[in-house]
């Protein structure tokens, strides 16, 4: 399936009813980054941070919700509510791991900033994003298969806040 691959909320237009006070439509532009992956590669950026975007740290509980029911009402009859959760698991996990991969040997030394945002922190902050899906009893239930890579992130972020403090904030 064709996926936006960049669906951070500068890249979302949206048409809205002031009078019903609902979104009629949204629209997604910028498809430089677009590709053929899995479709949850998309759902799941919304749970990551966007710090080039206007929303720096991240999207309200509640706007991440709406859009994942929104995916998840076109799938319905594809996935069950079970795969779902851990699909969206799955798939931020893959966010976390690509960021660490991409950003880490750059900035261990030295932090870079770019568009006012330090790389460090983008680090620090996606595996916080991934680690919130585990307080989510909508998304994972009982499964567990995805503990040891909560316990191993929960470590990772002990050593960066040690050794990076200033992305405790």
Known sequence: MLAHG???PDNI???YDKSQKHIEQLYFVDYS???IRNIFYDVTFMRMTFP???CIEKLPTNFVKAFERAYKSRWDTAISPSQFGSQITKWSLYHVITTIADLMPRVWETDLILSGYSLRQRIVDRIRAYLTIFSDPELLGSDKS???SKE????LLLILYDIWPQTKA
């Open 6 to 8: 960049d669906l951070c």
């Open 52 to 54: 080039t975007c206007w």
């Open 13 to 15: 237009l949206l048409r």
């Open 33 to 35: 980054r677009s590709g």
């Open 146 to 148: 995805y503990s040891a």
């Open 152 to 155: 191993q992130l929960e470590g």
